[in-house]
């Protein structure tokens, strides 16, 4: 304890911790206040940033601020989703397992006990789809399978395109993995795939 003014002002080592509304008790020669309005608080946690995770779901790390000491009193979402298997890696860094999902900008919600970020723009993404292979139609048309990664498990939410064509009647044949679609007739080669799911594009 260190006195910066005598009489009125104090500094001391708060312990780590987490909460809000923590009474403060000042003891002076066996004498203690008694004024309950006198309370503590340590701060808010904050995130700065997330890992992406595949559609399937999985492991991701959370870094970020005042996450506290005891991992049982925190809880974390992801778009609304309970991220589960929480670990406390240090007091600014977690990891947590995401479920299956698909879609970009999902708000991370981290709240250690009480506390919740209030920060809006702290917000986590599923990896993009990938294509690996896709089968040749005839030029009259048909359907064509495309096999990749991260398609997820919601065929609605898949567009593809090729060649600037859009490829219709989507199904997923293997959910995050293999689906098939129905191209009109033309001709050519070496035509791009356009793969969007929820939003996120494939860059390859």
Request: proline residues 2%; aromatic residues 6%.
């Amino acid at each position: 304890v260190e006195l910066i003014i005598n009489h009125t002002t104090l500094t001391c080592l708060a312990a780590s911790g987490y909460g809000d509304h923590i009474h403060i008790n000042v003891t002076v020669d066996g004498l203690s206040n008694f004024d309950e309005n006198e309370i503590f608080a340590y701060g808010v946690p904050g995130v700065t940033s997330s890992t992406s995770a595949p559609t399937q779901g999985g492991t991701i790390t959370i870094t970020g601020s005042n996450f506290g000491d005891d991992q049982t009193q925190i809880r974390v979402d992801i778009g609304g989703v309970s991220c589960a298997n929480i670990s406390l890696l240090a007091s600014t860094m977690l990891t947590c397992f995401v479920t299956e999902g698909a879609g970009k900008n999902k708000h991370i919600n981290v709240t250690v006990g009480a506390q919740s970020n209030t920060d809006t723009n702290s917000l986590f993404s599923y990896l993009a789809p990938t294509v690996e292979t896709s089968t040749s139609p005839p030029t009259e048309g048909g359907i064509i399978t495309i096999s990749g990664s991260n398609f997820g498990t919601n065929q609605t939410q898949i567009t593809v395109d090729i060649g600037g064509v859009r490829c219709v009647e989507v199904e997923l044949i293997d959910d995050h993995t293999i689906f098939t679609c129905k191209i009109s007739a033309g001709t050519g080669y070496r035509r791009h795939v356009n793969i969007s799911v929820s939003g996120l594009l494939n860059m390859d």
